[in-house]
């Protein structure tokens, strides 16, 4: 399998694995808001919640997709092994 074909798949599976955390934060985010806020508050205020759950989960998986790719790229030294690599080019003769 060549370098770009292995880039491609990394870019599937990171950008699905991103969709699902921001999936998960969001439901956490609406689960908590359900047990705790959401007894007192009234209906009304669910639109908020949905808002702001919904830029939680953004912020939140923005911020666990930056961390986990830094620490893939530390264990599994993924500049090379996906060609991303700035290594200086011999020039031709």
Known sequence: ????????????????????ATGL????????????LGRWLPQTAVMWAVVASFLIAM?????LYKKALSFAQKKFNLEERLGFSQAPKKPRD
């Open 1 to 20: 399998m060549n370098k770009g074909a292995k880039a491609a798949i990394f870019v599937i599976v990171a950008s699905i694995g991103n969709i699902l």
């Open 25 to 36: 934060i969001f439901i956490a985010c609406l689960g908590i808001y359900s047990l705790t």
């Open 59 to 63: 912020v939140g998986a923005f911020l």
